[in-house]
């Protein structure tokens, strides 16, 4: 079905646009934008890579990572429109005079322009300074920035500071893709437009969360980037605190991004910080080691290619996080993710309080609480889990746990789940700031990172090894196991 609602035309400059995440993720998200008719007609997708490459080449590259990428296949009619957008522009980003080709690139036309900046951050104030120079940038503009901003608070702040000196602040999207995938957008519709959930979303209910990514993969030739970065700076300070503070947060007066990211930024501040006084007790930190993944012998980090073999990153992380504010006081939020877990594997599981009084004890002795399970990948849903009444003419009353089973794929079986990218490029070509973080959030969880991260250093402990394959080191499982609770798995 197309859709011809669309905004006006957009000049999309992707910086970065022979890397990773282009090929896999944006080029495949536009065409999915271009399929159902989400991209004006006259908007174009300019391409921008130091390589020197012809637009043939170019566009033969984009047309095997569509045919890669693009699950669904490829339509003939929407290739041609979608080749037919494309444009290449080489560009050494650091040379500041350079730019003056791109802006002859861009010359024609009053079009709004996105750039994206698939890039390290540390050229993101060099792309900047050449937009600048070329005068490129107008207040009608806007820039991506993607994660990570930066390594620590202080190297947030230079990163933002070198794009806010061209840019202000409703122009920058800072993407975090976890945002923009359908389970963490319907957390706001889960909580906000359901009594059950809205009435039973606080400590008088709730006994404990759980937030677990896990990730199957190592490093996958990420040696560099990772080694310097962790699972601390890579995921707990982005994704899952963001997921954390949309299950968290206050009720928004509306749907706006100023409302929304101002509640986000309350949950994140009030979480209680975790410091040199009690790191040991709230945090463990792991690194996988030799072992097994779907029956095949995979490395540990310190034996992946290229590995720096004294290395003290951790590859694994468990939290236990509180937050200090009226709805919260006294409710654990447990977070854990690693690499190479035994799966691909990330889900929200939200534990109500047992029931105070039984009255089924011939059929239950001890009564199961109500677990709430958002399932973010891979297969998008949410599962409730209750009690219920098996059939049957016995004059006892038999009850057992039952499920009541939401998953998208199932109950939307005609609609195809959306990619966290191409939602999230719609809202930037839209002029929605919603579903991105903005410089406050983002400071906010480096304040709160940064704690943990130097009291890791202080105590100058290894982290504990685990086995690749495995849900982390046993360690993980006494966090939680001394509040007499246990990982959902």
Not at 30 to 56: F, K, M, W
């Amino acid at each position: 079905m197309k859709n011809t609602d669309y905004q006006s035309a957009s000049e999309i400059v992707l910086f970065g646009a022979l890397g990773d995440l282009s090929r896999r993720k944006l080029l495949p998200a536009l065409y999915q934008l271009d399929q159902v008719g989400l991209l004006n007609p006259e908007s174009r997708i300019v391409a921008v890579a130091r390589q020197d490459s012809s637009l043939e080449d170019f566009t033969e590259f984009v047309m095997e990572n569509l045919t890669n990428f693009v699950k669904e296949g490829l339509n003939d009619d929407v290739i041609e429109r979608f080749k037919s957008r494309l444009v290449y522009q080489q560009l050494d980003f650091k040379d500041t005079k350079a730019y003056k080709n791109l802006a002859d690139t861009l010359a024609n036309g009053h079009k709004t322009r996105v750039y994206y900046f698939s890039t390290p951050p540390a050229i993101y104030g060099d792309i900047s300074d050449g937009l600048k120079a070329a005068g490129l940038i107008t207040p009608a503009d806007r820039v991506v920035m993607e994660k990570p901003i930066g390594h620590c608070l202080e190297s947030s702040k230079v990163i933002n500071d070198q794009v806010s000196r061209y840019f202000n602040e409703n122009q920058i999207y800072r993407i975090d893709h976890y945002l923009g995938k359908e389970t963490v957008l319907n957390l706001l519709v889960l909580r906000f437009a359901n009594s059950l959930f809205t009435n039973n979303w606080d400590r008088n209910s709730i006994d404990h969360v759980q937030i677990t990514v896990a990730e199957s993969v190592g490093i996958e030739g990420r040696w560099g980037f990772y080694d310097d970065a962790g699972q601390m700076r890579d995921m707990i300070q982005n994704h899952l605190l963001q997921i954390l503070s949309l299950l968290a947060m206050e009720p928004p007066a509306d749907l706006s991004a100023e409302s929304i990211r101002a509640e986000k930024l309350k949950a994140v501040k009030a979480l209680v910080p975790i410091d040199r006084s009690n790191v040991k007790d709230k945090t463990v930190r792991g690194q996988y080691a030799d072992g097994y993944l779907n029956g095949n012998p995979v490395p540990g980090y310190l034996n992946e290619e290229g590995a720096n073999t004294s290395s003290n990153t951790e590859t694994f992380v468990a939290i236990k996080a509180e937050i200090d504010n009226w709805r919260w006081a006294g409710v654990p939020f447990y977070l854990r993710t690693g690499k190479r877990m035994p799966a691909k594997h990330s889900e929200i599981v939200v534990h109500f309080k047992e029931q105070a009084h039984n009255i089924f004890k011939d059929s239950h002795a001890d009564l199961p609480a109500n677990k709430l399970t958002i399932r973010l990948q891979p297969d998008e849903g949410v599962e409730l889990q209750m009690m219920n009444k098996i059939p049957g003419i016995a004059s006892q009353m038999h009850i057992q746990e039952n499920k009541l089973d939401l998953s998208f794929s199932d109950t939307y079986e005609n609609q195809r789940v959306v990619d966290a990218y191409e939602r999230l490029m719609l809202e930037v070509i839209n002029g929605n700031q919603s579903l991105f973080v903005s410089r406050d959030e983002v400071e906010a969880a480096w304040t709160w990172a940064d704690s943990i991260i130097d009291a890791w250093k202080s105590t100058n402990e290894a982290p504990k090894a685990y086995a690749a394959g495995s849900w982390g080191p046993v360690s993980s499982i006494s966090l939680i196991a001394r509040d007499d609770r246990q990982w959902v798995e």
